[in-house]
Nanobody, 114 residues
Framework: QVQLVESGGGLVQAGGSLRLSCAAS????????IGWYRQAPGKQRELVAT???????RYADSVLGRFTISRANAKNTVDLQMNNLKPEDTAVYYC????????WGQGTQVTVSS
């Protein structure tokens, strides 16, 4: 079992920055990949950025060059630095960890005003 707790969401103006953090606990050594997904109202949940055990990173095309994912293995945390935020980044952001199944955090709201 893996438990995930997100923090750091909020309201920001377009062009601003936010940093999300996810703290993982439990069977963290079994995590194969960890990262962030988001879900906007009326839309499907989509990948934002993930990092796997080997350190390989995936980004959604829409956030490439603006968002940076980082992982502190010693602290079992994964952060998402979001710069140059746009109104279309408004969504609930979920931390996700994959072992042999998916685990999800409770989500944190990010709202970007124009």
């Amino acid at each position: 079992q893996v438990q995930l707790v997100e923090s750091g969401g909020g309201l920001v103006q377009a062009g601003g920055s936010l940093r999300l953090s996810c703290a993982a606990s439990g069977s963290t050594t079994s995590i194969i990949e960890i990262g962030w997904y988001r879900q906007a109202p009326g839309k499907q949940r989509e990948l934002v950025a993930t990092i796997n055990k080997a350190g390989s990173i995936r980004y959604a095309d829409s956030v490439l060059g603006r968002f940076t994912i980082s992982r502190a293995n010693a602290k079992n945390t994964v952060d998402l630095q979001m710069n140059n935020l746009k109104p279309e980044d408004t969504a609930v952001y979920y931390c996700n960890a994959y072992t042999v199944r998916f685990y999800w955090g409770q989500g944190t709201q990010v709202t970007v005003s124009s």
